[in-house]
């Protein structure tokens, strides 16, 4: 759930940084402009992990995981 809202977090704030309107995220996204703002009213039970590092993806950035030892 956490890495979810990571990923959802960052797409949002990328759309808004970008200035988009949710009919212009949803073009670039390649998807509809009701699941743009799914996504940006958080809501998260719709979103898998694959959807958000795609859509991700296609707005133009790159996921990156890290796994490491619990101390």
Do not use: C, Y
């Amino acid at each position: 759930m956490k890495l979810r809202s990571a990923l959802m977090i960052a797409l949002e704030q990328h759309i808004q940084a970008k200035g988009w309107t949710q009919a212009e995220a949803a073009r670039v996204l390649n998807m509809t402009q009701p699941r743009v703002s799914d996504l940006m009213r958080g809501k998260i039970d719709l979103f898998g992990l694959d959807t958000l590092v795609n859509m991700l993806t296609a707005a133009g950035m790159r996921v990156e995981i890290n796994v490491a030892a619990a101390v």
